[in-house]
Each structure stands twice: as C-alpha cells, then as structure tokens.
DNA sequence: ATGCTGACAGGAG
DNA sequence: ACTCCTGCCAGCA
C-alpha cells in the first residue's frame, strides 16, 4: 500500500487527480481543501515532487491570479496553455487562464 | 536537530 | 489601482 509521503500531500495528489477536464485550481483553494488553507505553497511543492504515478494533471494548477509558473512545469508554459485550452479553458489576453469561468469548485 | 528554500496568498503602504 | 513585504507549512541539505 504506497506509504504516503504525507497525508498532506497524499491529499493533494487526491484533489489535483480529480479534477474535471475544462477546470483549473488555485494552490490556495487545493490547500484549503487538504486541511491547511496557509499550505499553498506545500502544494506546489507537492506539484515539483509529484510522481507521474499520479496522472497529476499540474496543468490545471494554477495561482490564484490563473497564471502559471514562470516555467518549471513539465514542459513549459506555453505548453501548459495549449493543454487547458484543448481542454476547453479559456485564456484572457492576459495570457492568464479566466478563472472566473473555470475555477472548479468540488460543491458549490 | 537547525536552517533555508519554495509551482503561493494575503495585507499594508 | 498597483507593488512590496511578510507569513505559513513541509521537504530537503
């Protein structure tokens, strides 16, 4: 039974691979959800350790202003719009992704 | 064991 | 309105 690294970031790993195609979740909203609402830089720690065991799709991550980081993800930013947008999120010409369209929200 | 860093968030100026 | 700084939590050296 995989150890868990952490029951925080088990639960992380448990939000971030359920989340719908087409949605995306700020590191402060995953934090909240996993218990520790100040933990959202622990979550994209979680994200830089993720394990592909996961199916972690990190590309719906995103901070809370719907942008992505600089480019440290799994192949780069640029790449990351390409995904969401298959996906059927929408970018603003901000480059940022319109979070007020798809922050997905387990509930309400 | 201690200290530093780090895919962030939120408050203050 | 925007920008800068601090705070928090966990992993890693």
Same mark, same amino acid.
């Given at each position: #039974?995989?150890? %868990? =690294?952490? $029951? ?7 939000? @971030?691979?359920? /989340? ?26 979680? #994200?830089?350790? %993720? =394990?592909? $065991? ?7 991550? @995103?901070?809370? /202003? ?43």
């Amino acid at each position: #039974m995989r150890k %868990a =690294p952490s $029951d925080f970031f088990n639960h992380v790993y448990a939000i @971030v691979a359920q /989340i719908p195609h087409g949605c995306v979740l700020t590191y402060g909203q995953i934090a909240a959800m996993a218990g520790n609402p100040r933990a959202a830089r622990i979550v994209g720690y979680a #994200m830089n350790s %993720a =394990p592909d $065991d996961r199916d972690l799709p990190c590309h719906r991550v @995103v901070n809370r /202003i719907g942008e992505m980081a600089p480019g440290l993800i799994f192949g780069g930013a640029d790449r990351q719009r390409a995904m969401l947008e298959a996906e059927g999120v929408t970018f603003k010409p901000d480059g940022c992704i319109d979070l007020d369209k798809h922050l997905w929200w387990p509930k309400k």
